[in-house]
RNA sequence: GCGCCCGUAGCUCAACCGGAUAGAGCAACGGCCUUCUAAGCCGUAGGUUACAGGUUCGAGUCCUGUCGGGCGCGCCA
């Protein structure tokens, strides 16, 4: 269908830092003269919407207007697409629109928005692609958050993955985003960990004993056990055979027995101090594990803290007071039912104890507290069925539960040979990060993390991730980067003079250089957007279509003989391009290699 | 049983809060290295978007139901 075209003036050349949205204002001028003219009837609080085309035949941006607000208009879709057309105002970014199809507007960029845009990249540097959508709105990511009772595994790799590209993505679009790991270092758990060291710490001391089944035995355990030997001699030995004596023989309270004889044992300074050196070492543990994986966070936040505080008997008090809370079988219970979940829930047990949840409840609303706009946790999906509550309980102390915001990591189901990988924390038969950061490397597994929707179903196959060739999507894009810095040195071998701020980049008039311009203008889009729908999965994807770009370019046209002035303003849009996949690699925690 | 997440090419996954002809990568087949890194490029083939209805100018996307998969439903953490 031929379109109607539109010509504007071109009279300045705007460094746009996201085109689309000087592209939206655009549209929104066009509204408001046509509000003006009598033509739409009142100022529409219809959002304006413009998204990339998917064809350059449709230009560079499409916008859908028309047809939403053509019976408003009392006009035909495409009848309003010409009158908009013909009202927008003139700009340097645009060269012309078009109505096509059943009422498309189709926008297209101006040859000089293309011309500046690798001069733009060149001095923004690492800043391109960032901008202020987020307007500077403090949010936390909460993400991993893992019991700190063993190493982590490939299925804590995904979320750490996901939560550390989602808070960089977050920074790019201007949000002032802080990183946080809760550490669940209180409660039974921590006690069978502290247990099973002192246990291995016995044995060590020259004891015999039936190691019990159901306490920790990794590795790990031991390591710890020894340092305790090693620091502190005999000094916490004790008789094991009265220890064991008369246990009972189901596992938990078999377990709890032993926990509170180690406590009589060694009192609660005694128990308190191999408690705080599991804690601590396991806690370094996972700190050094995600720093190697290009994971840091800005704050650790100790549970324990939240209890010895008195946050967590204030925030029990503090919902007391709303009056949504009532004593039944000696227990404190939550009417969390009052606000959407499935039933009420405990939050000070029959014994006195708090459960896991008033923590939880203590925990977030401190979030909220600490001034945060929005508050993202993300969880993997088994707990999925704490959200309602956690939520329910920040609506009965007056928060707004939207501010939380709880995205769920589902498993990755590992394959090794063809086959599934079964896992089990207790058993030991799980892959931990660390042996896939060894095996795999941190960049791919980076990468093959960052692209999956999180929500989405995961099969990790080991052995891809582990190969080392191209069938692994990430070398495809860091050898892109490789390539470039390539021809960067035979540049300086050759001794050829390049001064890329000279460049004419008129000249560059090839449709793959087209091509690989549109894609470079478009980054700043991808970045708000991954950053709006917490999806950085989508800066991967953009990656591999610029390496693309890039590929096809590079076998299609020389740089480095071409004629002097065609030369050096390839090389121009090609360190560009090495620009931004930097950066674009930089967002998902992977490195941008010089060589490959 | 109830609730949440999902179902797209042989496989693994995209598809910009409903848009134009549903796209990549593997795997398959056929081409491209005396020239800047072949970890690359180009081409061919591959689909009733699980199924059935509904909403509207328009549905992979929203609603209802069915089937299939994952997870969750403790005064555990």
């Not at 994986?293 to 007071?321: C, H, M, N, P």
């Not at 001064?499 to 690989?516: G, K």
């Amino acid at each position: 269908m031929p379109g109607h075209r539109i010509d504007f003036p071109l009279y300045r050349t705007p460094g746009s830092p996201v085109m689309r949205n000087e592209v939206c204002q655009l549209l929104r001028d066009a509204l408001v003269s046509l509000v003006d003219e009598g033509v739409l009837p009142d100022a529409p609080d219809t959002e304006v919407r413009v998204e990339r085309s998917r064809g350059r035949e449709h230009g560079d941006f499409a916008s859908n207007l028309a047809m939403v607000l053509a019976k408003r208009a009392g006009l035909k879709p495409r009848e309003l697409a010409e009158k908009i057309c013909a009202a927008l105002p003139a700009s340097g970014l645009l060269s012309r629109a078009e109505v096509a199809g059943p009422g498309f507007i189709n926008l297209f960029l101006s040859p000089a928005s293309y011309h500046v845009l690798p001069g733009e990249i060149r001095s923004r540097g690492a800043a391109y692609g960032t901008s202020d959508a987020g307007a500077g709105r403090k949010v936390m990511v909460e993400f991993v958050s893992a019991n700190p009772t063993g190493p982590l595994h490939v299925g804590h790799g995904r979320g750490a993955a996901y939560g550390d590209a989602l808070a960089r993505v977050l920074r790019a679009a201007g949000y002032d985003a802080l990183s946080e790991y809760y550490i669940n270092d209180a409660g039974r758990q921590m006690d069978i960990l502290a247990l099973s060291v002192w246990l291995r710490y016995l044995e060590l001391c020259g004891e015999t004993l039936p190691f019990p089944r159901s306490a920790y035995q990794g590795d790990y355990i031991f390591d710890i056990a020894a340092t305790l030997h090693r620091e502190h001699a005999a000094q916490y030995q004790a008789d094991a055979e009265a220890l064991f004596a008369e246990l009972p023989e189901e596992d938990n309270p078999m377990l709890d027995t032993l926990i509170s004889r180690a406590r009589a044992v060694l009192g609660d300074d005694g128990f308190g101090r191999i408690h705080g050196l599991a804690r601590d070492t396991l806690v370094e543990d996972i700190r050094l594990d995600l720093e190697r994986f290009g994971v840091s966070y800005q704050t650790w936040y100790s549970e324990q803290s939240l209890i010895d505080s008195g946050a967590v008997g204030r925030a029990i008090e503090a919902l007391k007071e709303t009056g949504f809370v009532y004593e039944h079988d000696r227990a404190w219970w939550f009417r969390s039912s009052d606000f959407g979940d499935e039933k009420d829930r405990v939050v000070l047990r029959a014994n006195g104890n708090h459960t896991y949840f008033a923590t939880d409840i203590a925990y977030h609303r401190d979030k909220i507290l600490r001034g945060f706009a929005q508050v993202i946790n993300i969880w993997g999906a088994d707990h999925h069925g704490y959200i309602q509550r956690v939520k329910a309980s920040m609506s009965a102390l007056g928060l707004n539960q939207d501010d939380l915001s709880v995205l769920l990591v589902q498993f990755a189901v590992l394959y090794r040979g063809g086959e599934k990988v079964s896992m089990s924390t207790r058993s030991g038969e799980f892959v931990t990060l660390r042996e896939l950061r060894e095996e795999v490397g941190r960049d791919a597994a980076r990468f093959f993390y960052a692209l999956r929707k999180p929500d989405q179903h995961m099969d990790f196959d080991l052995d891809l991730a582990k190969s080392q060739s191209s069938d692994n999507p990430v070398y495809y894009v860091q050898y892109a980067h490789a390539r470039i810095c390539s021809v960067f040195r035979q540049l300086a071998e050759k001794d050829i003079d390049a001064d890329l701020a000279a460049a004419d980049h008129s000249l560059l008039t090839e449709p793959r250089e087209a091509d690989l311009l549109q894609k470079l203008s478009r980054y700043p889009e991808v970045v708000e957007s991954a950053a709006r729908a917490y999806e950085p999965h989508q800066v991967a994807y953009y990656l591999r279509e610029l390496a693309n770009d890039f590929h096809t370019y590079y076998n299609a046209h020389p740089f480095l003989a071409a004629q002097a002035e065609l030369r050096l303003a390839r090389l121009s849009l090609i360190d560009a391009t090495r620009q931004v996949i930097a950066n674009a690699l930089d967002l998902l925690g992977v490195t941008a290699p010089e060589r490959m």
